[in-house]
């Protein structure tokens, strides 16, 4: 039986996986610095919690706390701990369920939004001098190719985390 009849990958299958995933970890790592950079200059410094937050409430509207925590894939105590500082810092406000009155939901304030459109902001002008020179096919094409990777990340059952190789 080959590989193939198997479901199992190839031997050119994992060694284009196996480079993939070294440039993955190096693209993480880049990250990684560049958000440390970021931070320093960002008077408001959020961790990367918060501001997974505040991108949810924004795009995705109002949000249970329970909720929130599933989708970001944290825990609930540190979805709380955030909630707060978020709610300090007039970034997020808590609000009766429309769907039952005895809980609440969090939502995205105008000071919030502002806040996140500018980081947004950052963001794609930052990402837009690192792809001067690409031509918009190649960026195109990237984005696709991500998405698509996203996409495969995120419908994937298993539910375990990648060896220590992995986390780099």
Do not use: C
Request: charged residues 30%; hydrophobic residues 40%; glycine residues 8%.
């Amino acid at each position: 039986m080959s590989p193939a009849d198997s479901g199992a990958p190839s031997d050119a299958e994992l060694a284009a996986a196996d480079r993939l995933g070294v440039q993955l970890v190096r693209f993480a790592r880049a990250l990684n610095r560049v958000r440390h950079r970021s931070a320093a200059d960002d008077a408001r410094h959020l961790d990367k919690l918060a501001y997974a937050m505040l991108f949810r409430l924004v795009e995705h509207g109002p949000q249970r706390t329970g909720r929130l925590a599933e989708l970001l894939y944290a825990e609930i105590s540190l979805v709380s701990r955030q909630t707060r500082a978020l709610v300090q810092l007039g970034l997020i406000e808590r609000r009766a369920d429309p769907d039952d009155g005895r809980a609440s939901v969090l939502a995205a304030t105008e000071d919030g939004v502002r806040v996140f459109e500018q980081a947004r902001q950052r963001r794609s002008e930052w990402l837009a001098g690192l792809v001067t020179g690409w031509s918009a096919a190649e960026v195109g094409q990237l984005t696709v190719l991500l998405d698509r990777l996203n996409d495969g990340i995120e419908a994937d059952p298993k539910d375990s985390e990648p060896g220590p190789a992995e986390r780099g």
